[in-house]
RNA sequence: GCUGUGGUGGUGUAGGGGUUAGCACGAGGGAUUGUGGUUCCCUCAGCCCGGGUUCAAUUCCCGGCCACGGCCCCA
């Protein structure tokens, strides 16, 4: 017996109902703020991601070489794709740009709960629009997702790369890898904040040739936690700091302003300034939302500004604004969350459908039915037919077990009479109704 | 990259060096040749793969594969 490859997974029809209503509702969010879908291949060039993430990602691709040599990789996310597509494709469409896109990514990792090597990614882009406030669209459109879909349990934080990164190159710090160094000592600085390691810190600042002291105020600036008034003692420390410019932290507070105006209050928001997202090419504002209760794996989005187009030969499109959306991992805590509240419904509307109707030919030549099931469809109504020729008892074990709201049995009687009857699974009641499809739709 | 646990019909499980490998759900058929979600009967279908130990392995040992966890990492 043939298994499906380590890391993927097979849907079937219920567990698709979900996936579909819940694309389904993204879809509607991000049509409602004007973005659009696109779609981009499944597979790219190889160059596509050594250029914006480096060679040390082909660790993780799945990659290989085509009958004709070319060297290709399955995409490992839809960022750089995208990019790519709007340097080919869009360069004289009118700007900004408003896009989503959705669909699976690989990576050869080892997966667990909520990840796969097969895994489906929601994004959205805006592209020739910088500055605090298309960052706040971003924002918010992000938050009005996470609220549509009725997460509950989510936090979101938001940083702002230029902050930290202002104030230690205004410090005297370099931006700039040393030859022989893996990172530029504002990284590692970053990074030590983050580990919360302060012996590091100081160390660094001193083989640098800055005062020891200034360790304390940055520690203090990264510490700072909870929503937008934290921006005022940030505002003091970074005053106190010799070379420090206040134009990031006056650029996020018109943001998080606009974000409030633009979106429902998110369960909890933090201004986190050490959000970092681990990755260099963004350039300002970075968030993203965590589910607590599904531990390490739980940051179901991320986003920010960042610059990427300038690989492309557009660097006047850059800084762009987006964020990712683990669909996968959002599904999940979905799940976890109806189970919690011991819910059927996990995707809000996921089972609200159009009316099924089972028809039963009893007995009879099929053909005489066709007509009336061929124009129920097209009216609108969905229909299942019946096709193996059960018994009357049997047929009406299947239309119940199928999940279908009504049957419509016609036997010999029924013809001779020129009706059938329709009678409903939920309430067991039956009546006659004329042969016609209208008659019909017009009873349910 | 490190590490823990586990793999028995389609699903969930019991058992265990020699067994007709048990049960439940499921699917198909029948009791019931015009009415379902209850009942009864019948049928279908299983010990992950390879090697080793043994007279004998589904059971014990090793390896692989797969699954589920905890770290590291995460464009």
Known sequence: MVQRPRGTRDFTPQVMNRRLAFEQLLENCARASGFNRVQTPIFESLDLFTAKSGPGVIAQLYNFEDKGERQLTLRPELTAPVMRMIAEEMRNDTKPLRLSYYGQCYRYEEFKKGRYREFFQYGVELI???????????????????????????????????????????????????????????????????????????????????????????????????????????????????????????????????????????????VDLTVARGLDYYTGMVFEVIVPSMGGEGQVLGGGSYKLLHLFGLPDLDPCCGFGLGFDRVLLALEAQAVAEGREEVVPGESSDKPMIAVIPFNIDVQKVLPIVGQLRRSGVRVELELRGRKIGKAMGWADSIGADYTFVVGPRDLEAGNGMLKSLSTGEQTAVALDAESIANSL
């Open 128 to 270: 020739g629009a910088s500055g605090p406030l298309a960052e706040a669209e971003v924002i918010a459109l992000a938050i009005s997702m996470l609220d549509a879909c009725g997460l509950k349990d989510w936090q979101i934080r938001i940083g702002h790369v230029g902050i930290l990164k202002g104030a230690l190159s205004g410090l005297g710090l370099s931006l700039e890898t040393p030859t022989g160094a893996s990172e530029p000592p504002v990284a590692s600085a970053m990074r030590f904040l983050d580990k919360g390691d302060d012996a590091g810190l100081a160390n660094l600042l001193e083989t640098n040739g800055i005062a020891a002291s200034n360790a304390a105020p940055l520690r203090a600036l990264a510490d700072l936690e909870g929503g937008s008034e934290t921006l005022g003692p940030a505002r003091e420390i970074l005053s106190s700091l010799d070379g420090v410019s206040l134009e990031a932290l006056d650029e996020l507070q018109i943001t998080l302003d606009a974000v409030v105006a633009l979106a429902p209050a998110p369960p909890s928001l933090a």
